[in-house]
């Protein structure tokens, strides 16, 4: 009988591990240049006192994406594809040219990303970020889809150097304790304004999209929605996990030691002479594998999206003259992105910045088209939200708009 | 102007959508919301008028008979129309054009593709309004955008040129299920999508949602479904065929040949599997039994049992006759084997040997008895360098005791998965 339980159990594990994979990538992606940058500046400037914002952040993570991943096991279509066909084509072309402004804005910072990464190794953007860019166009269109995501899978694993480069900073852990379990709720500008800049950074509009694309790509079955599920929860907690050792390290180091972070290599060359050459050398690699990673996969999302919306022909497995759109908009992504940042003497910071103030006006937006999707009993059918889980999920709606609406006052005040 | 029989007059759905509908006295009654349509003709027929009453939340219907003239501008309805609105209600053999149509996903069996419905172009003829075109193009977009002649103008001014029309015609077109709970609407007069390609029907279910890949492939006859099956990624097999009633795949797998059948069902559950198994019929079930009996990824898993074997004292005469008698199609002809009593293989022979030796030849003088055969036991990678070293398009398959238990041909081994090679 136990021979039997663990062998069930098993089985579980080896479908889990099947069907994992989307929540888990989407979640690391996530963890991009833009979002290296907020994390290390939340830890240098704060310390360790806004680690607990994570903690809510992890919980609308959660429910946010759950809903994404729930849609496409259902509906079996992709969030661009609902949206067409739920509220015409008028909507539909707004919504994706808002899209494609905000996630073009999260591309030109994931080569910003490169090329500030690989600074810290001398080398010139100008080499970087031309290398940095044909590199990622032809990884996804000379590369099978497979081998491809094989890449991706294995390029989660970097992750584990933010881990490690907390470890070696050597923490105070009673102080990180303390400041989880009796978090200051002082909330002042300047704290407000990174709190949302973590939000910001943490639930991105792009994801959403591309999370339920991957769930639809993964042809996940109803009966099997529970792994998804879990896959989700899963990758949500890896990102925060990640998110908060980055804060964790730049706090026991930059914090204390009184240095203001302006930018994510700022923080790797800071933490050169605290803990180390190892500790700077891997943040670099971290930051450089976490801005590749995102570059690939944000102009593919983005041009899926738009040519799923607006019925074009999508696919890397498709000849460019049988996807026109598909290549032109994936290509147009990289290379003028790229070519901003080769501009000279542009400023890496403000670029970054722009981008998120982008994705926190268009987030609510796409959240709002979820939640009327997702209740809409005709395509969830006994899978729409049920009435507790929308009052939450409508509550965190309504908190990221306050969040948003004062985030960009306060940048304009 | 509908008041002249003769005229033909083309109009797009999104030009009509929205008009103000207006009664004979010319009073304002509500919006039109959509159009139905009964699909049957070559060229469907608009039915009923939906409208959307002012200060009613719920749509009404009207019967195109009410119509009295029907412009760019406006839809004026005959006397007395107001009082025959009724409560809109769906039909099997009907759909609504902005509902079902507009904004949806289609197939499109001239090309065999699966696009996307931009715009809707309809005909008046005869104080009839038909659906005649779908428009997949750019312009459909513009023009729902309210921007055509303004791009035109641009495009015009500027490179002498203008957006090209994607028309498609609407009898190569099959509407899917917009509502996952409700079936497939059949455009009966074509039923195009059986006529296509196998590997182009499965390439457009493959694009599909899960509610449509499963109505599409309910639609196909027993034979396409067998062959889209095959030509499908195996990835999509077991979400459709848990979606369609057992007794209906049993019958489709037995459409196919029996190593087909087993590769497909070896990937399924446990449960499954066997359940299939018992609906078939009996000869095909002991086939499949006896092949699912092998490991996968051996040369027992893909060998067929559709080979001719005869006795080595067998004449030419009697093999022609025999190979005359063998009415299941076989796979290959290339080759016949010869056996001992017990079945052992002792040697091959071709057909050109039939065709040319004497016909009182036995096939043991005549056979080739220097055989390249695979165990039941090999790998496929095995397998597949014998055939490359050899170039032979098929290859026997022996047990432990040199018994022969069937044969693989070069597209079986062509066909098998490229990770167990």
Known sequence: ?413 | MMQEPDLKMFLFFSELYGRPVVDSEGRTVGKLADLKVLLGELFPRVTTLVVKKRHEKKLAALSWNDVESLNGRLVSLKPGAESRFTPLDVGNEEILLREDLLDKQVVDTLGAKIERVNDIHLLIVNRDLRTVHVDFGVRGILRRLGCLKTVDRFTNWLFAYGLPHKFISWKYIQPLASDPKKNLKLNVTTLKLQELHPSDIADIIEELDKANRSSVFKMLDLETAAETLQEMDPKLHLSLIETTPEEKISDILEEMEPDEATDILADLPEEKKQRLIRTMEKPYRQTVEELLKFEEGTAGSIMTKDFIALHRDTTIAAAIEEFRQTTHPLETVAYLYVTDEEKHLLGVITIRHLLLCDKQEVLGRLMNPHLIKADCDDDLATVAELFAKYKFIELPVVDKENTLQGIITLQDIVKAKPEEL
């Not at chain 1, 609308?60 to 594809?81: C, F, H, N, Y």
């Not at chain 1, 996990?241 to 240095?259: D, E, H, P």
């Not at chain 1, 891997?282 to 999302?301: D, E, K, V, W």
Request: aromatic share 12%; hydrophobic share 55%; net charge positive.
């Open chain 1, 1 to 413: 009988m136990k021979g039997f339980d663990l062998r069930r159990r098993w089985k579980g594990f080896v479908l889990f591990i099947a069907v994992a994979g989307p929540g888990i990538i989407t979640s690391n992606v996530d963890n991009d240049a833009g979002g290296i940058a907020t994390y290390s500046m939340a830890g240098s400037h704060f310390g360790y006192q806004l680690l607990w914002s994570l903690i809510p952040i992890m919980v609308a993570l959660v429910i946010i994406q759950e809903m994404s991943a729930r849609m496409g096991v259902i509906t079996g279509k992709g969030l661009s594809d609902l949206i067409r066909e739920r509220f015409g084509v008028k909507v539909t072309v707004y919504v994706l040219v808002g899209v494609v402004l905000t996630n073009f804005g999260n591309v030109i910072a994931e080569f910003a990303g490169i090329a500030s990464s690989l600074e810290i190794f001398h080398l010139s953007k100008y080499v970087s970020v031309p290398i940095g860019a044909v590199l990622v166009w032809l990884l996804v269109v000379k590369g099978t889809y497979r081998s491809v995501e094989k890449i991706f899978l294995y390029a989660c694993l970097f992750y584990v150097t933010y881990i490690i480069s907390g470890f070696l900073s050597r923490p105070d852990w009673g102080e990180i304790g303390k400041s989880l379990v009796r978090p200051e709720f002082d909330l002042s500008s300047g704290r407000l304004g990174m709190i949302i800049g973590l939000v910001g950074t943490t639930i991105a509009p792009w994801m959403q999209f591309y999370l339920q694309a991957s769930v639809v790509e993964k042809n996940i079955m109803t009966k099997n929605y529970k792994l998804s599920r879990l896959d989700v929860i899963a990758g949500s907690i890896v990102v925060t996990v990640v998110a908060g050792f980055i804060v964790l390290t730049c706090g026991a180091t930059l914090f204390k030691a009184g240095i203001l972070v302006e930018t994510a290599a700022d923080a790797a060359l800071a933490l050169k002479p605290l803990a180390g050459k190892y500790c700077s050398a891997l943040f670099a690699f971290g930051l450089l594998n976490a801005s590749l990673f995102a570059a690939s996969i944000l102009p593919l999302s983005t041009a899926f999206l738009v040519c799923e919306g607006m019925g074009w022909e999508t696919g890397v497995n498709k000849k460019f003259s049988e996807a026109p759109q598909f290549y032109g908009l994936y290509s147009f992504l990289i290379f003028l992105g790229a070519g901003i940042i080769l501009l000279p003497n542009i400023p890496l910071f403000s670029v970054m910045y722009i981008s998120q103030i982008i994705n926190g006006i268009v987030l609510p937006a796409i959240l709002v088209f979820m939640l009327l999707l997702i209740n809409n009993k005709k395509l969830m059918g006994e899978y729409a939200n049920k009435r507790a889980y929308n009052a939450i999920s409508w509550a965190t709606v309504a908190i990221l708009c306050i969040l948003t609406i004062a985030y960009v006052v306060s940048l304009i005040t």
